[in-house]
């Protein structure tokens, strides 16, 4: 339960009994049993079935016999190699997992030690290779009984082929993470080795599906925000006590204050304007944010969002346009929206006076700004002039930064000067972005 909480699942005391009854009905004889008890008490949602996967395979390992031993030769990949291809072609997922222990341990070890240092998975299949066993596979499935011979069968069976050899691959990582948390314990290995959900991904370090799995939390995420805008509205309408007001009404019941007078506020949205940088690795960020404000506009009177890489633009009607195809958004900024001038590298300092110069009737004092960015100019001058003059005329700013704190101020970052004209905060991966709106944006 621990390893799951320290990956973000919100397992409480419900669930926990919960898995307590499921787990002491199923019995423990039974591993696939246990763990879809466990996943059917623990989980809520999709999503976090991969990661609860690799912890559960950490905790409750398979009990393999003896593997063969291997003395690293061409005669012994290539005769598991094609143990691998009947294993394949059989779709025997008992023999696929034993021939993912032997191979993690005859050509998954590394170091100098009497068995080994460490067992690593990449080792393993780039020795292994089992993608290219792929056309051995096929022949065999043709070549079995019954076999269909129509053309259009040939892409399904390819892509049955490739999910068995992706299983495989996945059964190889799982037994190089047990092997290896024999040795240094499952509770480490399974915080750093094994990947958490989309939402708690750095930003900075997410990969393309990463950041597809992510855009797909897009609405989910807005939902919860936006019921939690409205529930701080909700309270923030009911106004202030009025304490003069108050003492006043208390005469007429001995100077008790029996019924307060509030000072209650006018209904006003705020209007939210986004400043992103999208160059490099932190335009996974900024679009994501893009997307998530967006799917919000209903919260504020008016969203204008700005781009820039070392020019500034308004990309509010593209990402209205882009939320038919949110993983397209990022390419049809860059090629529609004028984001660079002589060259293509990020220029805080120039995209900011540029905003502050042709876009200041954005700003007023209803409007709260949001910068996103690394704050990495290149060398180049950061002008913080024209980030006063902004913070100036609008009612609130606030930087989110994807870097850790301690990298700030290292190379050619200028966070710590920005800080100190405006509130930055660091927002690493969806899960804090989503805490952070909530708690930043005004009611």
Known sequence: ??????????????????AGHAVEAVGFTDRERVREALAATLLHGEGQRPVFDRVFDLYFPLGHSAAETYTNTTADLAALRDRLADALTAGDGAALDRLAAEAVGGFGGYGSGPRSDGWSSYQTLSRLRPETLLARVRERLRAAPGAEEPEFTERLLDDEIRRRIEEFRERVATEARRRVAERQGRDAVARRAVAGTADTVDFLLAGRAQLDELRRTVRPLARKLATRLAARRRRASRGEIDLRRTLRRSLSTGGVPVRPVLRRRPPRRPELVLLCDVSGSVAGFAQFTMLLVQALHDQFSRVRVFAFVNRVDEVTGLIARGSADPAGLGDRILAEAELTGWHGQSDYGTALGEFADRYAEALGPRTVV???????????????????????????????????????????????????????????NARQLGALIGRLLPV
């Open 1 to 18: 339960m621990a390893a799951l909480r320290a990956h973000g699942f919100g397992i409480g005391t419900g669930e926990t009994v919960d």
């Open 370 to 428: 949001f910068v996103l960015g690394d704050a990495r100019t290149n060398g180049s001058d950061p002008n913080l002039t024209a980030l006063r003059r902004i913070a100036d005329r609008a009612r609130r700013i606030h930087w989110l930064n994807p870097e850790q704190p301690s990298l700030w101020g290292t190379g050619d970052s200028v966070a710590p000067a920005y800080a100190d004209l405006v509130e930055m905060r660091p927002c690493r």
